[in-house]
């Protein structure tokens, strides 16, 4: 070996067969762990709870169960909501968005757990399994190798007649190993192609339990979106009287063509946003303006702040 490198000795070359092989096995070797390991960051991102993780794994011992992002901060949401009130507007709408936050969490620990079994195990299998097999049956047609070129070499220097005899004897020997265990390397190496076969399996799994995730999260927060615009526009006043049955909405409609046929000019924005709705005890509609606003033509009303506008 130190000859060869030193340029003092011939090399027996692999088949181009075989080099295109084990050029694939090494790619497919590196780019799988790449892809592991970036699954793992994007499942588990705090790399603090993968090495624990990691500990635990190799000891053999369950990890400790703790709540997730989501999860912790669902928790927050619903004891600020309940710490608020939950008769209050502000301290229901933490509730609802707490026990989103938890559902949350827990399609993502789902997530985790199908991704870890139909995707990363097999990764991980190839790495630790297939691969080692292939690394140590390459190391043993490497050291084939080295033993025929050095017989070959012996050869080459043979003087006399038992001396090149035996030599030729031994070349047919190490020859004859060599070409088995090249054999036995290209059967392995010519696997990958399954190997493949299996991961682009393993990548179908992981997409379908990604789009479950996504789909379920996205249902969450449209539910959840649906019960806050059920939420009066604006939060009842801090007294005695907040807990009581949340102020009827008023829709933009309503509100236009209650106050004046004469207000077809007025966007939805200023009287959704510049309108504060009330309710009076005679069961009349007010609405409270939130902010000054000057009529830009005839067909438009001018509003002061805080003046309250009553409806019939």
Same mark, same amino acid.
């Given at each position: 070996?130190?000859?060869?490198?030193?340029? /003092?000795?011939?090399?027996?070359? +692999?088949?181009?067969?075989?080099?295109?092989?084990?050029?694939?096995?090494?790619?497919?070797?590196?780019?799988? #762990?790449?892809?592991?390991? /970036?699954?793992?960051? +994007?499942?588990?991102?705090?790399?603090?709870?993968?090495?624990?993780?990691?500990?635990?794994? !190799?000891?053999?011992?369950?990890?400790?169960?703790?709540?997730?992002?989501?999860?912790?901060?669902?928790?927050?949401?619903?004891?600020?909501?309940?710490?608020?009130?939950?008769?209050?507007?502000?301290?229901?709408?933490?509730?609802?968005?707490?026990?989103?936050?938890?559902? $949350?969490?827990?399609?993502?620990?789902?997530?985790? /757990?199908?991704?870890?079994?139909?995707? &990363?195990?097999?990764?991980?299998?190839?790495?630790?399994?297939?691969? !080692?097999?292939?690394?140590? #049956?390459?190391?043993?047609?490497?050291?084939?190798? &080295?033993?025929?070129?050095?017989?070959?070499? %012996?050869?080459?220097?043979?003087? =006399?007649?038992?001396?090149?005899?035996?030599?030729?004897?031994?070349?047919?020997?190490?020859?004859? #190993?060599?070409?088995?265990?090249?054999?036995?390397? %290209?059967?392995?190496?010519?696997? $990958?192609?399954?190997?493949?076969?299996?991961?682009?399996?393993?990548?179908?799994?992981?997409?379908?339990?990604?789009?479950?995730?996504?789909?379920?999260?996205?249902?969450?927060? &449209?539910?959840?979106?649906?019960?806050?615009?059920?939420? *009066?526009?604006?939060?009842?006043?801090?007294?005695?009287?907040?807990?009581?049955? *949340?102020? /009827?909405?008023?829709?933009?409609?309503?509100?236009?063509?209650?106050?004046? *046929?004469?207000? *077809?000019?007025?966007?939805?924005?200023? =009287?959704?946003?510049?309108?504060?709705?009330? !309710?009076?005890?005679?069961?009349? %509609?007010?609405?409270?303006?939130?902010?000054?606003?000057?009529?830009?033509?005839?067909?438009?009303?001018?509003? &002061?702040?805080?003046?309250?506008?009553?409806?019939?």
């Amino acid at each position: 070996f130190t000859e060869e490198k030193l340029g /003092q000795a011939e090399k027996t070359e +692999l088949d181009a067969h075989l080099e295109n092989l084990l050029s694939k096995a090494e790619c497919t070797k590196l780019w799988t #762990e790449k892809i592991m390991k /970036q699954t793992e960051v +994007l499942l588990q991102p705090n790399p603090n709870a993968r090495i624990e993780e990691f500990v635990y794994e !190799k000891l053999d011992r369950k990890a400790p169960s703790r709540m997730n992002n989501p999860e912790l901060l669902g928790q927050y949401m619903i004891d600020a909501g309940n710490e608020f009130g939950p008769g209050t507007a502000y301290g229901n709408a933490l509730i609802k968005c707490g026990e989103t936050q938890k559902r $949350i969490g827990t399609a993502d620990r789902e997530l985790i /757990q199908t991704s870890a079994i139909n995707f &990363l195990t097999p990764l991980r299998n190839f790495i630790e399994g297939d691969y !080692k097999t292939i690394t140590k #049956e390459r190391k043993l047609l490497q050291n084939k190798r &080295l033993d025929l070129d050095a017989a070959k070499t %012996r050869l080459k220097k043979a003087k =006399v007649a038992e001396a090149r005899a035996a030599s030729e004897q031994e070349v047919r020997i190490t020859q004859s #190993e060599f070409d088995r265990q090249a054999e036995i390397t %290209r059967l392995l190496l010519e696997g $990958i192609s399954s190997t493949h076969a299996h991961h682009l399996r393993c990548l179908n799994d992981f997409v379908e339990a990604q789009m479950t995730y996504y789909a379920q999260c996205y249902q969450y927060m &449209l539910d959840l979106q649906k019960q806050l615009g059920s939420f *009066p526009s604006t939060f009842l006043s801090n007294n005695n009287q907040s807990s009581s049955a *949340p102020v /009827q909405s008023l829709s933009t409609s309503s509100v236009l063509a209650s106050a004046s *046929p004469s207000l *077809p000019s007025v966007s939805n924005s200023i =009287v959704t946003s510049g309108i504060s709705e009330l !309710k009076s005890s005679s069961g009349s %509609r007010k609405a409270r303006v939130l902010y000054d606003y000057d009529a830009a033509n005839s067909s438009e009303l001018s509003l &002061l702040a805080d003046e309250v506008r009553v409806f019939y």
